[in-house]
């Protein structure tokens, strides 16, 4: 009993003069729009920049002329049959400098016409991408026509039901594969061309080796450094990087 009259005398004062209560301070998030209402904010920048790293291998293999260089180098090793010689690094490697350099043009033509406006905050981001992608599809078409592989365009419009007239009014979703498949042609047909001297020298190889009845040898033990031989005679690596450049129209 002596220990309840003990709280309540505690308790009174606090009934009697309540507390004010302690007010809590309010948190709001607000977006406003700095400057132009059509430019990126710098999240969003960031955000975009982070996507095209991530995406990077893909867009430097389907819009560049990466595909068809690489396709090459590989026929000329199997050609050659070296197996890992040169290696795959340095074949990659190569195929990514001459990238830089076939697409240089490209490249300048969106830094000066794209990129510059939009820092200098000339132009937003809608045309920023605009810009970007039309001198891509400009580079595609003008390969596309050079090779003479717009059926490419054509058949893929025709699979999924679209038509036009000209491959320019083709939409990206058409054209890249096109471009691609027509990529993939090339290096193919580039390739048959590496092989056809290397093949004889198989051939006359084979031939002799059955003829002095050496059918124990393999004929790519003997023919191998005739190959090699054959390839820096006529200077095969200038050769080859000069035709693949200049099979670029730029």
Known sequence: MRKI???ILLLLPVLIHPQEELPFPSIGIEISPVG????????????????????AP??????????????????????????????????????????????????????????TPYMEKEIGYEELFSRMIGRVRQFMLKELVDHHNEDNVFLLASSVGKKFDKIEDAPNSILIPAFV??????????GVLLY????????????????????MIPPVLIS????????????????????????FAR
């Open 58 to 115: 893909s867009i430097l293999i389907l819009f560049t002329s990466f595909t068809r260089i690489i396709v090459v180098f590989s026929f000329l090793r199997n050609a050659l049959g070296t197996r890992q010689t040169p290696p795959s690094q340095v074949l990659i490697g190569l195929a990514l400098f001459l990238t830089f350099f076939i697409m240089q043009p490209v490249w300048n033509d969106i830094y000066n016409d794209a990129l």
């Open 224 to 247: 191998l450094p005739f190959k090699v031989l054959l390839f820096i005679v006529v200077n095969g690596w200038d050769l080859l990087v000069s035709g693949l450049i200049k099979s």
């Open 36 to 55: 132009n209402e059509r430019d990126l904010v710098t999240t969003l920048e960031i955000l975009l920049i982070i996507t095209v790293l991530a995406l």
């Open 196 to 215: 056809i001297p290397f093949i004889v020298i198989d051939m006359i190889v084979s031939s002799i080796l059955l003829a002095m009845g050496m059918i």
């Open 5 to 7: 009259l003990i709280f």
């Open 181 to 190: 498949l027509g990529e993939l042609e090339i290096g193919f047909k580039m």
